[in-house]
């Protein structure tokens, strides 16, 4: 058994300040809702799924977020811009609250926009970043991937970075039949509660062929060696640049370690768990939740009964 090196002794490993949000997909699993619209666009409550992603990314202390978009896309970068019409509207209007809402994106961190322009996967959307990174290490969430706000997931990968130097993946455990919608990790224990040293990954493999039930999901802190295994990394599975093969290469020398969690973590790439994260979301919201939960237990109370028609607002039932 490889040893897993030991945490750094002879000085912090260089700060992380970069995040890259890969964002180019076409959403096919939304159609018609994203023909137009992002899929990283459409809203849970009331801000779409990609501000949550680059709300983390600040919380954590990355203020630099450089976004991977394709055609079609440009209601992202709009997005983290001013609306200088819009809040001088709002601003005549006294209405400072929604003022805020308006302008907290683009204050979030420095928002970089650059397009992937073919879709090879997203080992390629990566590689698209290593101009803005250069030969620094740098933090990459799936825009797609949200991690509930009051989890310290990525804060915790930065340490163990920190610690250990090499790249950090989030790793979370999944029931074996649903392993083949990950890439998986082999693990070996490093005596630290939570985290592991990564001796292999595979992405999506059968079931009876998966090495552990750790699936990697929407996070990775990634040495600036990653680069390089990208540049020569073959596309592998669909015909794409897959991350998963490069940091296979990675964990081959031993520097790929892995950060366990079994936080609140939400796919809104899925249909209903979309429509769950935003009925969780809403419920935890101190100005929805109260009356939106008072309603919500009506309906599954009513749905439970057998009665026919919804619940409206009030309580009463709409025609069925």
Request: with cysteine; aromatic share 4%.
């Amino acid at each position: 058994m490889i040893a897993s090196p030991t945490p750094t002794t002879t000085g912090p490993a260089r700060a992380v300040r970069k995040a890259v949000v890969p964002a180019a997909g076409l959403g096919t699993r939304f159609l018609p809702a994203t023909k137009a619209t992002p899929k990283e666009m459409l809203p849970v409550v009331d801000k779409p799924a990609i501000q949550y992603v680059v709300e983390e990314a600040a919380a954590a202390g990355l203020d630099d977020v450089l976004m991977i978009t394709g055609r079609n896309k440009r209601a992202i970068e709009d997005h983290f811009d001013q609306a200088l019409e819009l809040e001088q509207t709002l601003t005549a209007k006294g209405d400072t609250v929604r003022l805020d809402a308006v302008r907290d994106p683009a204050r979030l961190a420095d928002i970089h926009h650059i397009r992937q322009g073919e879709p090879l996967g997203l080992g390629h959307a990566v590689l698209c970043a290593r101009r803005h990174i250069g030969d620094q290490p740098f933090a990459v969430l799936l825009g797609d991937d949200l991690i509930d706000p009051r989890e310290t997931l990525l804060s915790r990968m930065l340490d163990v970075r920190g610690r250990y130097a090499g790249s950090v993946v989030a790793l979370m455990e999944v029931p074996a039949d649903q392993i083949n919608l990950y890439g998986c990790a082999a693990v070996e224990a490093t005596g630290e509660d939570g985290v592991v040293r990564v001796t292999g990954l595979v992405e999506k493999p059968a079931p009876e062929r998966a090495p552990s039930r750790y699936a990697v999901i929407g996070r990775y802190v990634l040495d600036p060696a990653v680069f390089g295994v990208l540049e020569r990394t073959a596309p592998g599975r669909g015909g794409e640049i897959q991350l998963t093969d490069a940091l296979q290469d990675l964990a081959a020398g031993g520097t790929v370690h892995g950060v366990v969690f079994d936080g609140l973590r939400y796919d809104t790439g899925d249909k209903a768990e979309y429509l769950r994260t935003v009925v969780r979301l809403a419920c935890d919201r101190p100005d929805l939740g109260p009356g939106f939960t008072a309603w919500l237990k009506e309906f599954v109370a009513g749905l439970a009964g057998g009665e026919d028609g919804a619940l409206d607002g009030t309580g009463g039932h709409l025609a069925a």
